[in-house]
């Protein structure tokens, strides 16, 4: 199976410098799977708690990616259990955890900054889309449901 490998932009590499930045996986796969610049990818990743030159966790990342307007969904398939499997389901737009690294696959293209090891494990893999409008759904990240239930209830709420 051939692969075809996107590499950081120039843009993305004069900002990671301007920044000082390494081990910023994250920071370039969420950058890539939203259509974002670097900056702010790497802004809104701060704002989740992840500090420069360190890896993010994965709520952070998805943290980061609700922040900017991104909902996810898990997949979960026995036939994406490597990077091959993952790639042979061309996804549209997702974040794929493998031990220690994240990327990003935008039209079933993959994204990394890294060489490709198609045979790797993948631990999970986080599709990604657009919040539905605000009329439509609370202000909240979708593990505070039960602040919204408590307000439902007249007992508050934590959202904003």
């Known amino acids: 199976m051939k692969i075809e490998l996107t590499l950081p932009k120039y843009r993305d590499i ?3 410098v301007a920044l000082n930045e390494n081990n910023d996986c994250s920071v370039l796969a969420l950058s890539w799977a939203t ?3 670097y900056q702010t990818a790497h802004k809104a990743l701060n704002t989740m708690g992840r500090r420069p030159g360190e890896g993010a966790t994965v709520k952070q990342v998805i943290d ?3 922040l900017m307007g991104w909902q996810y969904s898990n997949l979960q398939s026995r036939k994406m259990k490597t990077v091959a499997g993952v790639l042979a389901k061309r996804l549209d737009r997702a974040l794929v955890i493998i031990r220690g690294h994240i ?3 935008v039209d079933g293209v993959p994204f990394d900054s890294n060489p490709l090891d198609t045979t790797r494990h993948v631990v999970g893999v986080l599709t990604l889309y657009r919040k539905a409008p605000a009329s439509l759904q609370p202000d909240c990240h979708p593990t505070e449901r039960a602040s919204i239930e408590r307000q439902k209830s007249g007992r ?3 959202c904003s």
């Open 14 to 16: 004069v900002q990671r």
């Open 35 to 37: 259509s974002v610049n």
């Open 64 to 66: 980061a990616a609700w």
């Open 103 to 105: 990327f990003a696959i």
């Open 156 to 158: 508050g709420a934590n």
